[in-house]
């Protein structure tokens, strides 16, 4: 199927005094003169600090400082890596900030992947009490999932993600260009949080990405702006239903209960993030086709687009031990005290929350999956 797409759409997330526009498309990231009538009405004072990494600088910087024009603007740039998302970073950011003398009005600009803009959203809603900001997300990962819906942390030796708030960005600008330059395992990565909002919200959207697996492997442009949107309004929509996530927004972890046990135990940076989400988007089908009635021809569609589009399924070589992942799950804690809540399909584009899986019954789904 060819697309034909304006150059650029718009949507919005609905949060009262908190809605903010997503802009999705070619916005001129490598063109200053289109960047800069963008981010105009964005950025009212003349304070500015764009906070970005050593690999993204040399690509997309100039382009930026260009578009910002007169304002005063003081880049911080971070050492590249999840490995930097800490609260020492934080920390080093703040002080910059305060040694430039940044206050109330400043707007700062998240440039860069989840990591930078987790970060950077941290600082915003800190310094002074909370400053505006703006994502521009550059991995696909930043563009559907990251850089939308106000979570924003560092993480903490014990945990990741330990230690944050929740804190809306004014605008997330999402150019589709600047995927060119991502290295494929990470555009892959990114992938599969796009297939989960298929699984989780729309059936029509998982048809649309299995007709266009070869579209989206040649990254595509107009193929790419419509998966952005797409997957911004799945998340918007949830987002926009339960900012802190007291229910609902909990189906935005489909497969991740699975994946974030995975990436602990097999070591974080031995599997990406959106990796282990697709091992466990399968892990969580088949629970799903044990529990709730999840038809086996759609778990095995969901296998088939994953790794249609380069992702893994099985654990493969990577031995870890079913005991351990029960554990990593917290699963061996919450059965005593109160369960543990899966999110699980009844079909495509529907999913529930269940606290009804028993831990046999897991046990039992891991000893099938990891053998
Ligand atoms: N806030 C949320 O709701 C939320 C949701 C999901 C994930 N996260 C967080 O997001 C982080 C992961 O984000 P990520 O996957 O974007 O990783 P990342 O930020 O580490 O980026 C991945 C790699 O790609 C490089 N890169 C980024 N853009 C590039 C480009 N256009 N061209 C070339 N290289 C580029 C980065 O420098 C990095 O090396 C994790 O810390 C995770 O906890 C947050």
Request: aromatic share 6%; hydrophobic share 45%; net charge negative.
């Amino acid at each position: 199927m060819t697309l034909a797409a304006p150059v650029q759409e718009t949507l919005y997330v609905e949060l009262a005094d908190r809605s903010y526009p997503i802009h999705v498309g070619d916005l001129g990231v490598q063109q200053p003169e289109r960047l800069s009538q963008l981010l105009e009405p964005l950025i009212p004072g003349q304070q500015v600090a764009v906070i970005t990494n050593d690999t993204i600088a040399p690509l997309y910087l100039s382009q930026l400082l260009q578009a910002l024009g007169q304002r005063q603007v003081d880049v911080y740039q971070l050492p590249d890596g999840e490995a930097y998302k800490t609260l020492d970073s934080f920390a080093a950011v703040t002080t910059f900030l305060l040694e430039k003398r940044h206050n109330r009005s400043t707007c700062l600009i998240a440039l860069g992947g989840g990591v930078v803009g987790d970060l950077c959203g941290f600082v915003a809603a800190t310094f002074q009490r909370g400053v505006a900001f703006i994502q521009i997300p550059t991995t696909l990962l930043a563009q559907v999932d990251s850089s939308v819906g106000g979570k924003t942390a560092v993480n903490h030796p014990v945990g990741k993600n330990m230690i944050g708030a929740f804190y809306q960005p004014k605008a997330v600008l999402a150019d589709t260009t600047v995927l060119a330059t991502l290295p494929s395992r990470e555009y892959a990565a990114g992938l599969a949080e796009v297939i989960k909002y298929g699984v989780i919200d729309d059936v029509e959207f998982f048809d649309f990405l299995e007709a266009n697996v070869s579209a989206l492997a040649r990254r595509s442009s107009a193929t790419l702006q419509h998966v952005i949107l797409r997957s911004c309004a799945s998340k918007a929509k949830v987002v926009s239903e339960d900012e802190r996530e007291s229910g609902r927004r909990a189906i935005l972890n489909f497969g991740h209960t699975f994946g974030h046990a995975i990436e602990k135990l097999a070591g974080y940076g031995q599997w990406l993030h959106g990796e282990a989400v697709a091992i466990g988007m399968v892990m969580a089908a088949e629970l799903s086709v044990l529990h709730c009635g999840f038809p086996p021809a759609d778990a095995q569609r969901l296998r088939t687009l994953l790794q249609g589009l380069g992702l893994p399924v099985i654990l493969g070589q990577q031995r870890i031990g079913v005991d351990a992942m029960i554990e990593a799950m917290g699963m061996d804690k919450k059965v005593s005290d109160g369960r543990l809540k899966f999110v699980l399909a009844r079909q495509l584009g529907d999913v529930i929350i269940s606290d009804d899986v028993s831990l046999n019954g897991l046990r039992k789904l891991l000893t099938e999956q990891m053998s």
